[in-house]
Structures are given as C-alpha cells and as structure tokens.
C-alpha cells in the first residue's frame, strides 16, 4: 500500500488525502491486530511513509502523514528512552547486552526519518529535545 501511496502522491487532491489516511490507518490497524507488525512497526512505517512524501507533496496539517509538526511529536513520543539516556548508554554501546543495543538501534531507526521531518517541521533551529537527538544521532549504533 505504501508504494501506491508514494506512487500517486503527487496527483492526490486534499480532499484524497483525508481518504488515502483514513484506508493507510485501516490498514496499519488491521496489519497489528493480525499479528503481522507492531506498534513499532506502525511508527517506524509512518515515520519513513511521511519523510518520503513530504519530498513530494506539500505539508497537510488535517492529515497526520503530511504534518511534519504532528508526525515530530509522533518521533518524541515513541523513541524509546530519554535522549540523556540515550547519549550516555551511546558512549559505552559496545559494552552494552543486546536488548539495550537493540533500544540504541530503534531510536536511531527512528531518527534517521524523524530528524528530517522535525527539520521541515522547525527549519534549521530545533528546540529541544529535538537538538540533543540530533547531536546524539552519529553516536548511535
């Protein structure tokens, strides 16, 4: 569903994009209660989903996937640990067991789209806690 979305993206009206959400919701939705993906699934997906569209339709405050605003809160939100612990466990990773490595990894899978969505969303200057994610982003692994 996705690469349709992104296919048709550019020639979708406003008033489609309250549609195409709405089916993208159903679907995720559906796709979690199924047991196919997770609730970090869901976030990574939408995280990547809305990164890419916004390189080629214009932002869409009623639709979440096109609010770069919203989908920055959706990044805070869901990374999995406060960014003071996640530069302090960064310094020593390689030492660190699996399931805190693992953490270290999903915010940066998360990152890699959300910075470029908080950057659409903020310009340049990031407030905070949006600025310390981005200069604890290198040091993930």
Known sequence: ????IMHDAAGLS????TLVARAYDYAVDTAIAAGDFDHREK???ALHLSSDLLGQVPPNPDVELLDPHRMTDVLIRELPMPVEQARALAKRWMTLERSEILRLRIAKD????GLKLAHRAYGEQ????LKSWEDVFPSLP
């Open 14 to 17: 406003r008033e489609d994009w």
């Open 1 to 4: 569903m996705t690469a349709d």
């Open 43 to 45: 976030t990574y997906r």
């Open 110 to 113: 998360f990152l890699r789209p």
């Open 126 to 129: 990031l407030p905070e806690p």
